[in-house]
Nanobody
Framework: QVQLVESGGGLVQAGGSLRLSCAAS????????MGWYRQAPGKQRDSVAT???????NYADSVKGRFTISRDNAKNTLYLQMNSLKPEDTAVYYC???????????WGKGTLVTVSS
């Protein structure tokens, strides 16, 4: 079982940047497919970006070219670099760890990102 703790959220003006981090503990980080999800008020939780165990990345169309997901297996940490932020990026951002072999999903508690116009 893996424990996930997000950090790096906050208030930023439109056009600004933030870097989210997700620290993992309790299990070997490299065995998980990792991802960032977000949930805006009154909306469902959606995928923002995922990164495979080999480093292949996938992005939601709404963030392509602005966000970059990365992982450091030596530091057991997942990152999300967010540039050119827009008010519609405002949401709680969640870190996710997924293990395909046993279809287990783990979630962090989330970090709030607020983008002002």
């Amino acid at each position: 079982q893996v424990q996930l703790v997000e950090s790096g959220g906050g208030l930023v003006q439109a056009g600004g940047s933030l870097r989210l981090s997700c620290a993992a503990s309790g299990s070997r980080f490299s065995i998980y497919v990792m991802g960032w999800y977000r949930q805006a008020p009154g909306k469902q939780r959606d995928s923002v970006a995922t990164i495979s165990r080999s480093g292949l990345t996938n992005y939601a169309d709404s963030v392509k070219g602005r966000f970059t997901i990365s992982r450091d297996n030596a530091k057991n940490t997942l990152y999300l670099q967010m540039n050119s932020l827009k008010p519609e990026d405002t949401a709680v951002y969640y870190c996710n760890a997924f293990r395909p072999e046993n279809v287990m999903n783990y979630w962090g508690k989330g970090t709030l990102v607020t983008v002002s116009s």
